[in-house]
């Protein structure tokens, strides 16, 4: 059976796939109204040099950054290795990226929950700020840095609402209906192999005489809509009575 007689069948047994369509939409409602939808919040930390790692004389520590971006990798790697798994703990259902902020020159360090209330994704980035700024501290206690040349954390930026986010609704809407889709698709090719098989057998068989008619015909010009709908309800039903052939 080539690719092209397997269409032929599908085409066939449309009502099928129609039923397919059908529980596919309803299947992806039911879905919809199940999965609920997560939540994201975003906050950014900037690095601040001490007070002695400036320049004698210098007031403006924003103009001596840069010196600060390797220590910003080295606490974002820190930081993502040691709180995640804990922070994941804490906060069941939630996803934590902490991470470098590449998109800009500064030492900033950002970080980013997902998480199924926006209740908790809020408390998720407070508690990863909070263990980001005690993982520095605690890398500068085991260096013995002085106090003066001590690094900060200075808030840049928290968000303020969670943003809604569908991604995983729609992994699962995606998956509902491409599933019960090809379940049918593949379930009316079946039945057409199977029915025309039935049909094989029973032409070899001795022809019974008719016992009349199935249906009567429609005087001519009228009820065009009930005959179209009497000939889908007689291929179906013709198609029911040669798949129970084909299971004797």
Same mark, same amino acid.
């Given at each position: 059976?080539?690719? +092209? !007689? ?15 369509? =059908?529980? $596919? ?5 039911? /879905?919809?109204?199940? /999965? ?5 919040? $975003?906050? $950014? ?24 971006? +390797? ?21 069941? %259902? ?11 020159? *500064? ?20 508690? *990863? ?5 005690? +993982?520095? %501290?605690?890398?500068?206690? !085991? ?19 969670? +943003? =809604? #986010? ?13 599933? /019960? ?6 379930? *009316? ?11 094989? #057998? ?9 016992? %009349? ?36």
């Amino acid at each position: 059976m080539n690719t +092209t !007689e397997i269409l032929r069948g599908i085409l066939r047994r449309w009502y099928i796939v129609a039923i397919g369509l =059908v529980v $596919s939409v309803a299947g992806s409602v039911v /879905v919809w109204n199940t /999965v609920p939808p997560t939540y994201e919040r $975003s906050a $950014s930390l900037l690095l601040m040099p001490g007070a002695d790692l400036l320049p004698e004389g210098a007031s403006n520590p924003y103009l001596y950054l840069g010196s600060l971006s +390797t220590a910003a990798d080295i606490l974002a790697r820190a930081s993502a290795e040691g709180l995640i798994s804990d922070l994941q703990h804490e906060f069941p %259902g939630a996803e934590f990226t902490i991470g470098r902020d590449y998109s800009t020159s *500064a030492p900033v360090v950002s970080v980013q929950v997902e998480a199924p209330t926006d209740g908790a994704a809020a408390a998720g980035v407070d508690r *990863a700020m909070a263990g980001i700024t005690s +993982t520095l %501290g605690a890398m500068q206690d !085991e260096s013995n840095i002085a106090s003066s040349e001590r690094i900060s954390v200075q808030t840049l930026y928290v968000d303020g609402d969670g +943003t =809604v #986010k569908q991604r995983t609704r729609m992994t699962a809407l995606a998956a509902t209906g491409v599933a /019960v889709m090809s379940l049918s698709v593949v379930l *009316a090719a079946l039945v057409d192999a199977m029915i025309l098989r039935s049909r094989r #057998k029973t032409a070899r068989l001795p022809r019974r005489a008719a016992a %009349g008619p199935r249906e009567a015909e429609a005087p001519a010009g009228e009820d065009t809509e009930g005959d179209a709908m009497r000939g889908a309800r007689n291929i179906i039903r013709d198609d029911f009575e040669a798949l129970i052939r084909s299971q004797r």
